[in-house]
């Protein structure tokens, strides 16, 4: 069994900076990937960003040069450094892990941490 504990979560004025953390634990063998979604009210969730075991990353369009995703491998722990926050970047985030845990692939989400950007 794995766990997800995300947090970071939380209120910011726009233009402003908020920093998510999301550690994993557990049964793991390898990770593929580890990235962050979002779910705005009567939205569906969307990619925010991934980072891939490898280093390489994507992130959505509206988010390139503001977020940067980052992953410590000794600790199962991706971050999401958001600047220049948005009021459209409000919305209730939420980590994914893509992982092997010695039988088979598996992907695992993390509680959703909400984030509240005010114009």
């Known amino acids: 069994q794995v766990q997800l504990v995300a947090s970071g979560g939380g209120l910011v004025q726009a233009g402003g900076s908020l920093r998510l953390s999301c550690a994993a634990s557990g049964s793991i063998f390898s990770i593929n990937f580890m990235g962050w979604y979002r779910q705005a009210p009567g939205k569906q969730r969307e990619l925010v960003a991934r980072?891939?075991?490898?280093?390489?990353?994507n992130y959505r369009d509206s988010v390139k040069g503001r977020f940067t995703i980052s992953r410590d491998n000794a600790k199962n722990t991706v971050y999401l450094q958001m600047n220049s926050l948005k009021p459209e970047d409000t919305a209730v985030y939420y980590c994914?892990?893509?992982?092997?845990?010695?039988?088979?692939?598996?992907?695992?989400w993390g509680q959703g941490t909400q984030v509240t950007v005010s114009s």
């Open positions: 980072i891939f075991s490898s280093g390489s990353t």
């Open positions: 994914k892990v893509d992982l092997h845990d010695s039988s088979s692939w598996l992907a695992y």
